[in-house]
C-alpha cells in the first residue's frame, strides 16, 4: 500500500528516485539528518507519507532515528540537512518557495560530485525536478527582451533579453521565437535581477564542490553575475575561455564559475591550451551543476553537442524545448560593457579583457 501510495503521489520517476536514494540511504552513504530532508523536500505537505515511508525501512536503528525527526518536525515542516527547523511548502516554480527547500535542493541526498581535474568539479543530480522547474521559470522571466516588437534598430540598452516574442502575422497566430545570437540566445544581469534563492544554490554548490575538492582548487566566490544561455537542439558554442581578472587568473586563484543545466543535455568539451589536439568531453545533464575554479578557471570549453531526447519529462512544455544553461560568476573589480550585449565583455582596471565571448 506504501509503495501504491508514494508512486501515485510522485510519478514514476521521482518515485524511482526515491527508491535509488532510500536504497543509499540504507547502504550508509548519509545520516538520517540528510535523509530526513530529502524526504521532507520530496513530500512536503504529505506527513502522512513521510511516515508511512519511514515506517518501511527494514532497519530499526535507522526507522527509529527518522521517525523521532518526524515527530518533531513541528506544523508539517521538516528538519534541514544542517539539522534546523524548516518550514513552509516548496512554493510555485514560478514563486520561490522556503529556506528548507532550497536547501534540500542544494545538497539533496542523490547528489555525487565527480572531481574531473583540480578545480573542475561537476555535481551530479544538484538540482531536483521543482528547482529546475523553478529555475527555468526565472530565467524566462528574466530573459524575454525589453524590445517593443523585435525591431532591429532597437539599442543595445532597449534589448536587454536572450528572446523575442514576435507577434504572428494573423490574428490568433502563435508568436514566433527569435534568439538574439541564431539558435542561441543570452542575457546577462547582475545577482540581484534574480530571486535571492538562486544565490543560496549557487554557495551551496560552491561549498559543495570544496568538500568534494579542495578550498584551495575551488575558491570562495561573491556571485555577482549571472549569464543566461539558451541552446536550440543541434546549437553548438566555439572554443573560448571565461573572462577574469588578469591579475587572478595567473595565479590560478580565479572564483569558481557555477554553471546550471536545465533542460536537454549537453556535451561540455574543456582542453588546457587552444592549440591541444585533444581534449576531454563530459556530459551535462538537467540538474547537473558544473563548477570551475582555481586552477580550472581558465580552461578552454566548448559546447560540441546539445542532445535530442533528453529533456526530463517533467519539463516538457513548462519551459522552451532546449538547453537552459545559467552560469553565475564572480567578477570582482570588473566592469561588465552593456553596450556590447549580447557579447559579453568586461573590463579590468581600465583594461578590456581579451578571454571573452
Known amino acids: 500500500a506504501t509503495v501504491r501510495a508514494l508512486k501515485r503521489a510522485l510519478g514514476c520517476e521521482t518515485f524511482a528516485e526515491l527508491k535509488t536514494t532510500s536504497r543509499r540511504f540504507q547502504c550508509g552513504e548519509f545520516d538520517a539528518a540528510t535523509y530526513h530532508a530529502y524526504a521532507g523536500a520530496v513530500l512536503d505537505g504529505r506527513p502522512d507519507l513521510v511516515r508511512s515511508l519511514y515506517d518501511s525501512l527494514p532497519d530499526e536503528r535507522l526507522r527509529d532515528a527518522c521517525l523521532a525527526m518526524h515527530a518533531t518536525s513541528s506544523g508539517g515542516g521538516f528538519v534541514d540537512a544542517r539539522g534546523d527547523g524548516g518550514g513552509g511548502g516548496s512554493g510555485s516554480a514560478r514563486g520561490g518557495s522556503t529556506a528548507t527547500t532550497a536547501t534540500a535542493t542544494a545538497t539533496r541526498a542523490s547528489t555525487s ?39 532591429e534598430d532597437d539599442d543595445a540598452e532597449t534589448r536587454q533579453g536572450f528572446y523575442d516574442a514576435i507577434p504572428g502575422e494573423n490574428p490568433g497566430e502563435a508568436s514566433v521565437l527569435r534568439l538574439n545570437q541564431g539558435t542561441r540566445g543570452r542575457v546577462v544581469l547582475p545577482m540581484d535581477a534574480f530571486p535571492s534563492r538562486l544565490r543560496e544554490i549557487v554557495l551551496e554548490c560552491v561549498r559543495a564542490a ?34 577574469e581578472d588578469p591579475e587572478v587568473a595567473r595565479v ?54 546539445v542532445v535530442p531526447r533528453t529533456m526530463p519529462p517533467m519539463l516538457r512544455g513548462r519551459m522552451l524545448h532546449g538547453r537552459l544553461n545559467v552560469t553565475v560568476r564572480d567578477i570582482g573589480r570588473g566592469v561588465i560593457d552593456a553596450s556590447k550585449f549580447p557579447a559579453y565583455r568586461v573590463t579590468y582596471g581600465g583594461v578590456d579583457s581579451s578571454d571573452h565571448v
Not at 575551488?218 to 555577482?224: A, L, W
Not at 564559475?257 to 591541444?276: H, P, W
Not at 576531454?280 to 578552454?300: E, K, T, W, Y
Open 113 to 151: 560530485a565527480e572531481v574531473l581535474a583540480p578545480g573542475l568539479v561537476c555535481l551530479r543530480r544538484a538540482l531536483d525536478l521543482d528547482a529546475q522547474a523553478w529555475l527555468a521559470d526565472v530565467a524566462f522571466d528574466v530573459g524575454e527582451s525589453k524590445a517593443s516588437g523585435g525591431d
Open 210 to 243: 570544496q568538500a568534494a575538492d579542495s578550498k584551495r582548487n575551488v575558491p570562495d566566490m561573491r556571485p555577482t553575475t549571472a549569464l543566461v544561455n539558451f541552446y536550440k537542439e543541434g546549437a553548438r558554442f566555439k572554443w573560448h575561455r571565461d573572462s
Open 252 to 305: 590560478d586563484a580565479g572564483p569558481p564559475i557555477v554553471s546550471f543545466t536545465v533542460g536537454l543535455s549537453a556535451d561540455f568539451a574543456y582542453k588546457r591550451r587552444f592549440e591541444d589536439e585533444t581534449h576531454d568531453v563530459v556530459r551535462l545533464n538537467s540538474g547537473d551543476v558544473l563548477l570551475f575554479g582555481g586552477p580550472a578557471r581558465m580552461i578552454v570549453h566548448s559546447v560540441t553537442r
